[in-house]
């Protein structure tokens, strides 16, 4: 087949995406498919006509407009398949409070309140310390890699980190923080069924599994499978699956959450997992018995049999 991967773009995870794409690149190579990369910008958004000559599409922009819809929607228009969840399932996944929800009548999700710019200025942490209380978990509503993500133990940790990210940032999450064992559940489409790969456990040398731990070798101890027991792998698997299809999840996607007091509490929902050297999902496709380059394969030939667009769009001429 004829690929482009879909690289770099514009948000601040863009420089995982380039390690991504590249790995990604070379182990499409590897199985004879014809491939270019594409560093996604405005150019190309001037020249979509020139990706209806391949016959799939790796989308592995991070982040902001690859991964939270706006991508997909100029994607669909064009009409060639692309790797990933599509439009709608997108959106919600990208934006946190709507993710937990839409999950929240599935899956167990901690306390949480959404604060803007404008409620923290005029009122402080007045609705956070009536909805949640200390300690907490502050993150941005639409961001990924947890970026901006903090932990704060004090009020003044709060405030002082409120602060901080309401410089990049309008409306925050603020959620009850669960301290426990970070999980994180891997699913692949195969011949168009979700498979549920192992369970990887998080074990970060940091507080928790921040942007550091998670793209710098040796900051984090990954263990596979998790070692939660039988009964709560088997949970912790149900209920990951039980997102994946409300949410439409097509072709890869991973659920993040925490295990604690013999509870799974979901975090979140990321439709274009990292595909870097240290990144999670290839892990659990290792332990499944998947090297990368047949990880990516699958990937690729699932969007090409079963593209997340729908049928009846009509393909950019």
């Known amino acids: 087949m004829r690929i482009a991967v879909l690289l770099g773009g514009i948000s601040r995870e863009r420089e995982i995406s380039i390690r991504s794409g590249k790995r990604i690149v070379q182990a499409l190579r590897t199985f004879g498919h014809e491939v270019d990369e594409i560093d996604v910008n405005l150019d190309l958004l001037n020249n979509l006509t020139m990706l209806s000559q391949y016959d799939v599409l790796f989308n592995i922009l991070h982040g902001t407009f690859g991964e939270d819809g706006h991508l997909q929607a100029i994607l669909d228009a064009v009409g060639v398949p692309y790797t990933g969840s599509g439009t709608e399932t997108s959106i919600i996944a990208f934006d946190k409070y709507l993710c937990n929800l839409y999950v929240q009548d599935i899956a167990k999700v901690p306390e949480f309140t959404l604060l803007t710019k404008e409620e923290f200025e005029k009122s402080g942490i007045e609705k956070v310390l009536s909805c949640v209380n200390i300690p907490c978990v502050i993150k941005p509503r639409k961001e990924g890699s947890s970026i901006g993500t903090h932990i704060c133990f004090s009020e003044e940790e709060l405030i002082n980190y409120l602060k ?47 942007y550091e731990a998670k793209y710098t070798d040796g900051m984090t101890e990954f263990v596979i499978p998790a070692q939660i027991g039988e009964e709560m792998t088997k949970y912790v698997e149900k209920i990951a699956l039980n997102i994946y299809k409300k949410l439409g999840c097509k072709h890869f996607s991973r659920v993040d959450g925490i295990v604690s007091n013999d509870e799974f509490y979901f975090l979140e929902v990321n439709t274009l997992p990292g595909m870097t050297e240290l990144s999670d999902l290839p892990m659990s496709a290792k332990a499944y018995g998947m090297s990368f380059e047949e990880l990516v394969n699958t990937i690729v030939n699932e969007a090409y049999k079963r593209p997340s667009f729908e049928c009846w769009r009509t393909k950019i001429k």
Request: hydrophobic letters at 40%.
């Open 164 to 210: 901080e990210e309401f410089e990049n940032y309008e409306e925050l999450i603020v959620q009850k923080y669960i301290k426990g064992t970070e999980v994180t559940v891997s699913i692949i489409d195969i011949d168009g069924k979700p498979i549920v790969l192992p369970i990887l456990e998080l074990r970060p040398k940091k507080l928790f599994y921040d």
